[in-house]
């Protein structure tokens, strides 16, 4: 397998989707001290070193490391910080890995989509989503008229279909609705996540060629809410 090129990340992200459908709550990981590109990859799914342990005899006594990987989020651990010019290049990143499945269906250029990011991603507009510390999405948000305009939110893929969404959402609600202001925002036809916008109580307002555009007012009640697999705009 090619190294550096992210595969063993999206692996071991797909295996934990896996683990989450059959009703796991966390998994442990372990790997040898001296593989840091295992740490990395197993890092970057959201593993926490738990312990440094002696492996049996039988699969060869050395020394290892365990990792836990929590498949449940805690609410409490999810936070929101500014952005900052630098973390334009990972923004870009997740943008890409999430919604490059979605705008291949209308034609990706690699040049354009790095074109139009660079004129329309605002640090002062973005926010960093964090989970126990560690960056693991970002959202842009802007003021328009008697509204709070969602203009993206992206979660990187090991972070899917964790709640992380949801609760980014609540966030921004709340935030709005002590302001009493709707959210908006614009979601593309082919997205899942349209079905969690609708049960968070937003409604579908109009519709061009690519998008539907969704409002929730500031005292719209939820349905509840399952975080689909997909987020994005």
Known sequence: MEAGRGYAKRALALMLIEARRAGLTFVYVTARPDNVASHA?????GGRLVERFQEPAAYGGSESLRFRIDLKVEAA?????????????FCRRVKDDTMRWIITEFGWDDRGQAERFASQWQPDETRIITYAGNDVGWLQTRPVDDAVFLAGIYLDTPFHGRGIGTQVMQIVIDEARRDGEAVTLGVVKINPARRLYERLGFRTTGEDEY???MRREADAMPRGADEPRALGS
């Not at 990859?41 to 799914?45: D, L, Y």
């Open 77 to 89: 651990l999810i936070a929101l910080r500014p952005a900052r010019p630098e973390d334009l290049a």
């Open 41 to 45: 990859v197993i890092r970057a799914n």
């Open 211 to 213: 998008k539907f555009y």
